[in-house]
């Protein structure tokens, strides 16, 4: 490459003397065809160039179109206070409709959501709602096995 600057350079000078080059010989006329036939051997048509950039082009619209990237948070959003308590109101409209289950379960959320929100809830025995939490897990979801499972233990505390 630096063959090809010096012949332009030398082609193009206004310099009187174009043969002197700084700090040397000039490059003789089988290094300068060298140099060139070794550009050639390198260079790529213009036609072919554009043809590969373009499908370059295509190839990463389709992928990135095509893939969902995910971001990992560091730490997941903590909730709000008025998000707890919109959860809190949320649940509460539900009281009173579904199976004994679901209905405990609501209430131990919420009870849970009153204590992170500092609200008052010495009124509630916190034995009492770790019992029914762990009826709740122990139930797995299913309303027939955590009935059985309170009628089980309200024989057992008679």
Known sequence: MKDLERLNIQLFAEDPNPNEVEGGK??????????????????????????????????????????TFVQKEDKPKEPTKADIVARCEERTKKLGNGNSMQQVKLLTENYRDMQILGMDVSNVDENIVNGLE?????????????KALMESRIRISR
């Not at 006329?29 to 060298?34: A, F, G, T």
């Open 26 to 67: 000039d490059p003789t006329v089988d290094e300068l065809l060298r140099s060139l036939e070794d550009l050639q051997k390198n260079m790529v048509p213009k036609e072919e160039y554009e043809k590969l950039k373009e499908s370059n082009t295509k190839l990463i619209n389709q992928v990135t179109k095509e893939r």
């Open 134 to 146: 762990s009826l709740l897990k122990e139930a797995k979801g299913d309303a027939d096995v955590f």
